[in-house]
């Protein structure tokens, strides 16, 4: 059981920059491969980007290559999203999700955080 709370969501200007936090809790395995997605309301929820087990992988959606960055330490059990140049379509909530412990590499969501709401103003 690996819990999830992403925070560093907010209110931004277009163009603006934001960095999304996830902390995981419980059996992380020392480290699970994450991802990010995200969802805006009456839209189904939508692949952002993943990070393997040891951070030394990624891969993004391509509606964000070039201005989402995802990164992690996992010594703190932590995964990032760094936001940048946001545009008013990138407006949804934002889920981190963790595959199992055991895979080095993301490939199906185990756990969901919550959600962190990001709102891009025009």
């Known amino acids: 059981q690996v819990r999830l709370v992403e925070s560093g969501g907010g209110l931004v200007q277009a163009g603006g920059s934001l960095r999304l936090s996830c902390a995981a809790s419980?059996?992380?395995?020392?480290?699970?491969?994450m991802g990010w997605f995200r969802q805006a309301p009456g839209k189904e929820r939508e692949f952002v980007g993943a990070?393997?087990?040891?951070?030394?992988?990624?891969n993004y959606a391509d509606s964000v290559k070039g201005r989402f960055t995802i990164s992690r330490d996992n010594a703190k059990n932590t995964v990032f999203l760094q936001m940048n140049s946001l545009k008013p379509e990138d407006t949804a909530v934002y889920y981190c999700?963790?595959?199992?412990?055991?895979?080095?590499?993301?490939?199906?969501?185990?756990?969901w955080g919550q959600g962190t709401q990001v709102t891009v103003s025009s």
């Open positions: 999700a963790a595959e199992e412990g055991g895979s080095r590499y993301f490939r199906n969501a185990h756990y």
């Open positions: 990070i393997s087990r040891g951070g030394l992988v990624t």
């Open positions: 419980g059996r992380t395995f020392g480290g699970n491969a």
